[in-house]
């Protein structure tokens, strides 16, 4: 959230610059939470329970959507089109906030049960990503 903050008043304050250097940091955060996610967390929870396979579905299907808009996002700003930054922000940040309540409401709650052993392990795993 912080870094959506930071690209946000960036954008808000027409310092291109700042949003210039925010951007690929908070790009990177993102697109990381989601490659721990769909690498490792959500093949080992749909492999001990294929019925996880409906959540972690709809995840992958938002972290796409997130994607494109990430990707609108750094064409705006190549363009230096704040309407369309700050547009493509709202959006995102939205979106996000959406995904958050169901992951932190379903998802982890249901990987909490699912993962009940080799938690640790998998943490390594995801933060060697």
Known sequence: DH???ACEAALAAKDWTAADQ?????RDAILRHFSMEEEVLFPEIEERNPVAAGPTGVM?????????????LEQALGRRSRATCLGAMETINMLGQQHNAK?????YPLADDILSTGGEALIVRMKGI
Do not use: D, N, V
């Open 22 to 26: 925010a951007f690929p940091i908070l």
């Open 103 to 107: 992951e932190e409401g379903i998802l």
């Open 3 to 5: 870094l959506l903050g």
């Open 60 to 72: 992958r299907m938002e972290h796409q959507q997130m994607r494109q808009l990430l990707s609108e």
